[in-house]
């Protein structure tokens, strides 16, 4: 099994419809982010948690909620979609207590509001 | 604001040596990373640098100028699996890791 874990992998939905998309790690590690990924956009924070009381926006938040159910799961909501949401989404982690922040990546979500 | 420049594209011969260079401006400074992403995959860790300097792994090396901003990963002995795109990123102001565009790299035989 995969260390992190997206679902789905991928999604076709209408404008307007609420969505989420589930990360879970199997790693332990503290940290866990949501980046989009667009052609010649390279990735994008959206938001990303250092433990479950503690949430932060990203660079990228406007339109999106993000929910820490416990350590290892991270979901990202967008409540209603539109076009130009549609993105590859990746969800990642990292580990406190390692020495540099280096961050492990689910296989991604790709997503296509209509 | 924060900001990270890279090349968009870039193409080498197989068997040569590419370097992608990456600048940056970021509000704080924790580390510097590079990437690998093959198509339709996610990224993969390559390097890691935080001190000035070089830091080489088998073919790949990675360089860091604090001072100037600036940052270059080298590729040797290109092979034909090394195409994909490279992504430069910095670990900022509270853990914020904020990615450059990416340089997609293209290598011919």
């Known amino acids: 099994d995969a260390d992190v874990t997206q679902t789905p992998r991928n999604r076709i939905t209408k404008t307007g419809k609420r969505i989420m998309l589930e990360c879970s790690q199997t790693k332990g590690h503290d940290r866990m982010y949501w980046y989009r990924q667009d052609p010649g956009l390279g990735l994008r924070l959206i938001y990303y948690s250092f433990d479950v009381k503690d949430i932060n926006k990203g660079e990228i938040s406007d339109g999106y909620s993000v929910s820490r159910q416990a350590q290892a799961k991270f979901s990202l909501s967008l409540e209603s979609a539109i076009p130009n949401q549609t993105a590859l989404y990746f969800c990642a982690t990292s580990d406190r207590e390692a020495g540099a922040n280096v961050l492990t990546f689910g296989a991604g979500s790709r997503l296509t509001v209509l | 604001g924060q900001n990270i420049d890279q090349p968009t594209e870039m193409t080498a011969t197989e068997g040569a040596i590419v370097q992608i260079n990456c600048t940056y401006q970021?509000?704080?400074?924790?580390?510097l990373f590079w990437y690998q992403q093959h198509a339709g995959e996610a990224p993969t860790f390559l390097s890691y640098?935080?001190?000035?300097g070089l830091e080489e792994k088998g073919r790949f090396s990675s360089f860091l100028s604090r001072s100037k901003g600036y940052s270059y990963l080298l590729l040797k002995e290109l092979q034909m699996k090394d195409s994909a795109s490279y992504l430069c990123?910095?670990?900022?102001?509270?853990?914020?890791?904020?990615f450059g565009s990416g340089t997609r790299l293209s290598i011919r035989p």
């Open positions: 640098n935080v001190l000035d």
């Open positions: 970021t509000s704080g400074f924790n580390g």
């Open positions: 990123a910095v670990d900022s102001s509270a853990s914020k890791i904020i």
